[in-house]
Every structure is written in C-alpha cells, then in structure tokens.
C-alpha cells in the first residue's frame, strides 16, 4: 500500500476510525433547503462510501443567535432530529462514522440577534453584537449540550464543538473582543470557562462512549488573539475536560492573512499542529491546504499530526480515499482551492459545489445513466468544457472522438496554471487526461477541426467547445507593437517593458498584473509565503502575526478599468481581497473609470475623472475580456450538422470555467 499511514486505523477506546483522514465541516447551503436534507444525506453517503474515515458536517447552530444567519439551520429541539437521522443512516449504511459540528457565530452572524463576549461590532457583518448576560452564557452552555444531546439522539457518532475561526467560543478566549470584567472575562481562566464548560457539561451528559472534537485555534491571526502559552494551556485543560480529539483551527475569518485559497502554499499551517500536538496525549488533527494523499501521508508518516482533515477535496472526489487505497491517486480529481463552487457561493448564499466536480451537492440530481443506444460524439475543443462533456459522456456508453487543435488537452487552463500562485490548475489537466484515457475517449490532439471534415466523420452529433477569442479593441494607435494580448504575454511570453498600462480589470487582468510583479511565485516557498503574509512562527506576539516582509516592485502598472466599481470587485469574494492586496503591495496603481482615447507617441491617453492623463509606459496590454468562436458551429449548423454548443463558445460573457465545466456535465447527462 502507498499509503500505509494514512490507512492505519485509529483507536479512540470505544470506537475506531478505520483511517486518518477526516472530512472537514463544510457548510453546503442545503442545510436550510427544501427537502434539502435528503439531498445532505446523498451528499454525506457518497463522502461515506468513498471511503473516508469520519465526516463533520457543516456547522449547526444550538441556538437561535447563534445562527449563520436568520434562516441558518439549528438543532435545539426534539422536532430537528428527525431529519438528521436522514444523514447518519446513510452514512451508517456505507460504514461511514459522523460527527455535527455545533457552530455558535457569535458576533460573526448575519442577523441582528448575534451576541458575543462584548459588544464589539465585526468587520465582516453589519450587525453589532449584544455583549451576553451570566444568564445568557449559562443558557448558551445549555444550548451546546443540548445540541449535542439531541446529535447523540439522530444518531452521530459525535460533535465537533466549533472553537475556532473567531466564532462565539474563540471570542470568549481571545481578549481582542472579551474586553468583560466579571468571572468569563480578563484573565486567561476566566476567558477560556465557556469553552472548559461546554466541554466538561456535553461530556458529562453524553457518557464517555461519544466523539467529541474540539476544533482549537492554534493561530488567531489576529491582534490580541491568543499566545502560544495560552493555547498550550488550554489544549491540555480540553483534554482533562473530555475531549477526545482535537482539531486544528487556523485564522479568524477577518484576519487578512489567506488561509485557504490557492495562492496558499500545501500544508501550510502544519508547523503549528505538530507543535500543539506534542503537549497533548489525544489524537491531533491537522487543516488548511491538504489535498493529496501525499501530502497527507507526509505529515502523518513524519509525526506532524494523528489525523490530517480536508474538506474541499471532497467536494472535488467524492472517492478520494478508496482512490488512493487502491493506489490511483493520479485518478484523483484535485480541488485546486479556487473557491469558486463552493466557499464563493455559500457567501452568496447559494449552494455550494465545485468547479472542477459539478454532481458535489447535486447527487441526487445530475445523473449520468448508462445508455442503452450508444452515440458516436464528436467534441471539438479540449479545454474544460469539452473534456468534462467528453467524460461524462462516455461515462454514460457514448462513443466520443475529442478533437484540438493544440497539441495538449486543457484549453486556457494550460495559461491559468502558469499564473504564480495558480499552480493547482495543473492537476485539474492531469486529471482530465487520466479520465479520458480510463474512460477510452478517442483523443485526436494537433487538428484543426472544420465544419467539412466534421460533417465527414459520420457523428450522430457534434458538440462544439472551441472556447473563446480575446477582444481586440479598436482605439486609435492600437495597431502598434507595443499593444499586446494577454496570450502574446502569457502565452508567448513576448518581452514587456518596466511600464506596463493593462486595461481591463476582471481576473485575467489581475493575473496579469500578478504575473509582470511576481518573478518567483510565493506559493512555492513556504518560508518567503509566511513572512511575506506576516505569519510569526515564532509566536513572539499575541495571534501570531508580524510586519510583512515587502517585496520590492519590479515595474510600474496601472491597471484599468471603465466600470467606476471598485476596481477587482468582480473577483471572489473570498479570494478577490488576497489578489487586491497582493498587486496593491507590488505598487500596481488600480483605476476605475477610465475612458480610453489613443497610443501615441506620448503614450497612452486616457481620460479619468475629467482629467486627461498621459501614461507614459513601454506596453500596453489588452484583457478587455472575449468574444466566443462560433465560426465553426454557424458553418456546421448551415450543412444541416446536429450541432450542441457549450462553454466559451456558447456565449463568453461571463464565462469561467466552472460554467464551463458544469455546461458540459449537464449536456452530457441529456444527451
Ligand atoms: P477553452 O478553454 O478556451 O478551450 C477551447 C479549446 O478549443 C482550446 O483548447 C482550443 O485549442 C480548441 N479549439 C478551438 N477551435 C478549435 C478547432 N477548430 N478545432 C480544434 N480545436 C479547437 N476560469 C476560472 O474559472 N477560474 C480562474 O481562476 C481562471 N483563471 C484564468 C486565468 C487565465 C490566465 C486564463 C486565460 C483563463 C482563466 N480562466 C479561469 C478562464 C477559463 O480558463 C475559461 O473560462 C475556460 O477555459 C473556458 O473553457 P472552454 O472549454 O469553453 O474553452
Ligand atoms: P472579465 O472578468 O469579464 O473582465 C473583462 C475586463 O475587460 C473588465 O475589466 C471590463 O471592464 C473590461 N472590458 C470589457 N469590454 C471592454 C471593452 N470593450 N473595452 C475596454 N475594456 C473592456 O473577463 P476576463 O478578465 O477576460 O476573464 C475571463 C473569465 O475568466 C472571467 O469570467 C473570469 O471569471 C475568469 N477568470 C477568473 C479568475 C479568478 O481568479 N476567479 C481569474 C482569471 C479569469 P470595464 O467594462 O469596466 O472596462
Ligand atoms: Fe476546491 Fe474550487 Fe472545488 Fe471549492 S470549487 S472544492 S476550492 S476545486
């Protein structure tokens, strides 16, 4: 086995988990869905069968104020528990193991009624808390073990109690929002008494044969956070109380230090469970930016943690552990933390899902059955849209012949996965090509299709997935050879001047912008990446954060845009802030607002604010969005072809690869 530590079991006394990895809380936005709990339970059973050794599920509120949101989901009374059968039954019948995760939001809800330690309003909701009474924190207390006694009722095998992140729990131990004067407030004890009695309490009432986690905040990332000292302390205090294992909790949700997104080097936060871990006797778990089972079997076979937790690359593959059990981890499909489908879209309040695995969320409703009269498909254009169709397609007993004209599948991801920071989209090809070949797609790379030999080929249809092409912008002087496209960039790697003017703003702007200020990307270094962040390994200071290392600027940018929008704030929402502050770092001046006029000798005109401006720069380079290719598909539609459009091709406004993606999984489970 390649994998031996990752699948040696582990025995916590009264139950054993039969490996080491652990699928994070996720929230999935089907929580408060109609008949959303069944879809949950589809959700959960195929994590289940896929092989993982325990699963939490997202946070449930036990109370009221303690909710994401007004509508949030809550486990407080006999009538919830019903429906949370749905979910562990059908874990239980893949031999899976479930622990709830009680999430309290404390001053991080997204309602009026949020309470905290004291009433400090959060920078990421608008609604400032109620500092709680002694009444409303015993009550609150309460609320936790009743949560976990009715999780113990629907049949969990344990909770996770949420300690970290900066919900309700951490702002009781960290003394930047406990500023209370009375016995849950000031010193460490009293800071830490909520936690220590949830714990002791829940463990008192459910005996000694259940789960609980406690997920500890190791490193706030914050100012007034907790010091190492402290969190030692109360890591071995939560052992004596009852808890059997402890998670790791990685940076407040307002700490502007990434913690997840791609740009984040792997296992980027494991120094600080192996150090935890050596002051504790229970099973350590560790978080953030795992997701390969090699890197997973590098920090368990090295000490670093008993467990290692993912989430998101179970959203990704469902099969991640059977996969590599079997030893095919290349057959893996890698969630390349871009946010997109799933963290993107639970802030939006939509459900979450992934970009590179449409059916995450969606199990019970994006099928692909066997066919029983199998076609013969032509798709041309390999890149996300058409390799996902081709996949999917012949997963149901299609035919497929994928045809491209480059000499490598992926389309533009081959571009992305050069962008520093964006190293990840790599392994989406990988996957890709591995599925292809599994699944005896007929790849035909280095062929510029046409509408004639297509029609030709005798296809019972032909789907058209042949992207996009960069607009070209009609401004005077743009004829000159210092204009360039971001493939002439990117691509081609055409030498740019140290003063560059791009226009257009949205993310292939910025990755631009990233890619002319970043010779070396920080994600491959670990050591430049946590002091360029401002990470303290040392932990000389309370939440762990220092001054940021800066990097010198290598070139002056301006980037542009018309819109008068905050420049960047099409981006992600919760990785659009990391690019933002990344290029403002490397002194790339943001404009919005900007009327275009002329490239002259000067330079490049532009109008901003009333005022014309003179930029005086050596390129200007154009990502001013695309335009999709429907050359060939008019051409087969007028000699009468049945023809299907997806992706860039089918309209490109909009366009990002998960639409991509998603467009050629839906058509294939029609078609
Ligand atoms: P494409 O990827 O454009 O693929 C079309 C394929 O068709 C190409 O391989 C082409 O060679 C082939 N083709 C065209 N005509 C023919 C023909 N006649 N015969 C044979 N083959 C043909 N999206 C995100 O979601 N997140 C990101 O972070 C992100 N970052 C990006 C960064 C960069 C620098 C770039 C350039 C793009 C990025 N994108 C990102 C966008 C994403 O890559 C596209 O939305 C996605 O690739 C579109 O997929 P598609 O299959 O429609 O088209
Ligand atoms: P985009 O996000 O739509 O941005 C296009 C930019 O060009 C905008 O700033 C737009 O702003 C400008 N523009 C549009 N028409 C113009 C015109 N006629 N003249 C001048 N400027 C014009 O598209 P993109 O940057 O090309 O990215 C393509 C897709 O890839 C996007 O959907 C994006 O989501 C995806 N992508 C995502 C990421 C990511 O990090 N998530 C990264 C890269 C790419 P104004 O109209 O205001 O000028
Ligand atoms: Fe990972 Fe992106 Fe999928 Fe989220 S959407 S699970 S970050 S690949």
């Given at each position: 086995m390649s994998f031996p530590h990752i699948f040696e079991p582990l025995d916590l006394g009264f139950t054993t988990l039969k490996n080491r990895v652990l699928m994070g809380s996720m929230?999935?936005?089907?929580?408060?869905?109609?008949?959303?709990f069944d879809k949950l339970a589809a959700f959960y059973q195929a994590r289940a069968k896929g092989g993982v050794g325990l699963i939490v599920t997202g946070g449930i509120a036990p109370n009221f104020a303690g909710?994401?949101?007004?509508k949030g989901s809550q486990l407080s009374f006999?009538?919830?528990v019903n429906k949370h059968k749905k979910i562990t039954n059908a874990v239980h019948q893949e031999g899976g193991k479930i622990c709830l995760q009680i999430l309290?939001?404390?001053?991080?809800?997204?309602?009026?009624?949020n309470v905290s330690a004291s009433a400090i309003k959060s920078p990421i909701s608008p609604f400032k808390p109620k500092a709680l009474s002694e009444r409303g924190i015993k009550k609150t207390i309460n609320d936790f073990v009743n949560c976990a006694y009715l999780a113990q009722k629907a049949g969990y095998d344990g909770v996770e109690i949420?300690?970290?992140?900066?919900y309700l729990i951490n702002q009781f131990i960290a003394p930047k929002t406990n500023k209370r004067?009375?016995?849950?407030?000031?010193s460490f004890e009293n800071r830490t008494r909520l936690a220590l009695d949830i714990v002791r309490q829940t463990r008192e009432k459910v005996g000694p044969d259940f789960i609980i986690i406690f997920r500890l905040?190791?490193?706030?990332?914050?100012?007034e956070g907790s010091t190492f000292d402290e969190v030692v302390k109360l890591a071995k205090l939560l052992e004596t109380a009852g808890v059997t294992i402890l998670n790791t909790g990685i940076g407040w949700?307002?700490?502007r230090i990434p913690t997840i997104?791609?740009?984040?080097?792997?296992?980027?936060?494991t120094w600080i469970t192996e150090r935890i871990k050596q002051q504790v006797s229970i099973p350590v778990i560790t978080t953030n930016r795992i997701n390969t089972p090699e890197v997973a079997e590098q920090i368990l076979s090295s000490g670093q943690a008993d467990m290692v937790s993912m989430a998101r690359p179970f959203l990704a593959d469902a099969d991640f552990v059977n996969k590599a059990k079997e030893n095919n981890s290349d057959q893996i499909n890698t969630c390349?933390?871009?946010?997109?489908?799933c963290l993107d879209h639970v802030f939006q309040r939509q459900r979450a899902t992934c970009l590179v695995n449409p059916v995450a969320g969606y199990e019970t409703e994006l099928l692909f059955k066997t066919v029983v009269e199998p076609k013969k498909l032509a798709v041309v254009g390999a890149g996300p849209a058409g390799m996902a169709f081709a996949c999917y397609a012949a997963e149901r007993g299609h035919e497929i012949h994928l045809f491209d004209?480059?000499?490598?599948?992926?389309g533009q991801f081959n571009i992305a996965k050069t962008i520093p920071g964006k190293e990840e989209f790599y392994e989406t090809i990988r996957y890709f090509e591995n599925r292809l070949k599994q699944l005896g797609v007929h790849l035909h790379l280095g062929q510029t299709k046409d509408a004639e030999s297509l029609v030709a080929g005798d296809f019972d249809k032909i789907v058209i997935a042949t992207g996009i092409t960069p607009r070209k912008l009609p401004i005077p002087?743009?004829?000159?050879?210092?204009v360039l496209g971001y493939l002439d960039v990117l691509k081609h790697h055409k030498p740019v001047g140290k003063n560059v003017a791009i226009i257009g703003a949205g993310g292939i702007g910025f990755d631009v912008a990233c890619a002319l200020t970043q010779?070396?990307?920080?994600?491959?270094?670990l050591e430049h990446w946590l002091a360029y962040w401002g990470v303290?390994?040392?932990?000389?200071e309370r939440g762990a954060i220092k001054k940021q290392k800066e990097d010198q600027p290598t070139r002056k940018i301006y980037l542009m845009q018309?819109?008068?929008?905050?420049?960047?704030?099409?981006?992600?929402?919760?990785?659009g802030w990391v690019h933002r502050m990344e290029l403002k770092r490397s002194g790339v001046d943001m404009m919005a607002g900007v009327e275009y006029k002329a490239l002259t000798e000067e330079g490049l005109e532009i109008i901003i604010d009333g005022e014309t401006r003179i930029l005086d720069v050596d390129n200007v380079i154009v990502c001013a969005g695309q335009l999709s290719n429907t050359t060939l598909a008019d051409e087969l539609k007028a000699l009468g072809a049945d023809v299907e459009i997806i992706g860039g091709a089918s309209?490109?406004?909009?366009?990002?690869a998960k639409r991509a993606i998603r467009q050629g999984a839906e058509l294939a489970s029609t078609i």
């Open positions: 929230h999935m936005g089907l929580e408060e869905e109609k008949n959303g909710r994401v949101e007004p006999f009538w919830h309290h939001t404390g001053r991080y809800a997204y309602h009026p009624f949420m300690g970290s992140e900066g004067t009375d016995d849950w407030g000031g905040s190791m490193l706030d990332l914050v100012d949700h307002e700490a997104v791609t740009s984040v080097p792997r296992k980027a936060f390349i933390a871009c946010n997109q489908g004209a480059e000499q490598s599948i992926g002087g743009f004829d000159s050879d210092k010779p070396k990307s920080h994600t491959l270094d303290d390994t040392d932990y000389s018309r819109k008068n929008t905050k420049v960047g704030a099409g981006l992600g929402k919760t990785s309209y490109a406004s909009e366009l990002d």
